[in-house]
């Protein structure tokens, strides 16, 4: 058997909030991971539709980033925005 080549292989501590709210477009389940990865980012994973990104205040800040990250409407990212700039 060949042997694995590992990039990294490390075990960290971490805390994740799982998030479940309802806004005017539509309901939103995230669970947001802290770590000391990511450069002080967040990872934030939209359980509903399987799809994830790390985001710091700066991603919330550029247009169209959490419209392509989570593939919603403009309408749902403005939801999705105006929460994670409470939490990230």
């Known amino acids: 058997m060949e042997e694995r080549f590992f990039l990294y292989n490390d075990l960290i501590d971490s805390k994740t909030r799982f998030v479940s709210f309802m806004g005017e477009q539509s309901r939103f389940d995230v669970a947001i991971t802290t770590t000391d990865r990511f450069y002080g980012k967040k990872l934030v994973?939209?359980?509903?539709?399987?799809?994830?990104?790390?985001?710091?205040?700066?991603?919330?800040?550029?247009?169209?980033?959490?419209?392509?990250?989570?593939?919603?409407?403009?309408?749902?990212?403005?939801?999705?925005?105006?929460?994670?700039?409470?939490?990230?």
Not at 47 to 75: C, K, T, V, W
């Open 45 to 88: 994973l939209d359980m509903q539709s399987n799809r994830f990104a790390i985001i710091g205040p700066d991603d919330l800040d550029e247009e169209g980033y959490i419209e392509h990250a989570f593939q919603i409407s403009e309408n749902e990212a403005i939801e999705l925005r105006n929460f994670l700039f409470e939490v990230v």
